[in-house]
């Protein structure tokens, strides 16, 4: 994928071997389709490798993960939205059913595309990377506040999305602070 040609800067590739397959979850994440989380991880780090020098010896995960989330929402802002065709959920089944699990990651990843990009970073970084308010504040480059707000709003609209059956999001109204 992002592996194929000769590079100058000394330790990005073997980085890149190490944290490509997480930064490429989060950039699935983020866009719910595996070809252009491709497309968004392979545009960052190809915007990445020639600061290398610069940023390896920082926190060089967490500049990606702020690239991958600025690319994604400068992405999906150009992009049109018009309609969007979606159907009604089947009804659930009364017996045991074997694929009850993949519809319900099924329609949890639907909610959270459906989630505005601020909100879809805020989920992503925080319970899906599992990243603290402060690291995902510092990542997005706003408030604590605002990671906890906009936190708030994205699982209340994510539990009036999703089927009552889902229940990782607990029957709170807030983020944790951790």
Request: with cysteine; charged share 25%; hydrophobic share 40%.
């Amino acid at each position: 994928m992002w592996r194929g040609h000769a590079l100058s800067e000394p330790g990005f590739e073997e980085w890149v071997a190490a944290r490509g397959p997480r930064l490429l979850r989060v950039a699935w994440l983020l866009t719910g389709d595996a070809h252009l989380a491709e497309d968004l991880l392979q545009t960052v780090l190809a915007r990445t490798w020639p600061k290398w020098g610069r940023i390896a010896g920082e926190n060089p995960e967490a500049y990606v993960r702020r690239a991958l989330v600025h690319t994604h929402a400068s992405w999906w802002r150009r992009r049109w939205r018009g309609e969007v065709p979606h159907g009604e959920m089947p009804e659930q089944a009364a017996v045991e059913d074997p694929y009850e699990s993949v519809e319900l990651e099924q329609a949890l990843g639907l909610a959270v595309r459906a989630l505005p990009v601020r909100q879809r970073a805020v989920v992503v970084l925080r319970y899906f990377e599992d990243l603290s308010v402060t690291e995902t504040a510092e990542i997005l480059g706003c408030s604590e506040g605002t990671v906890k707000s906009q936190a708030s709003k994205a699982l209340r609209s994510l539990r009036d999305r999703l089927p009552p059956a889902v229940s990782v999001l607990g029957a709170g109204g807030g983020a944790d602070d951790r």
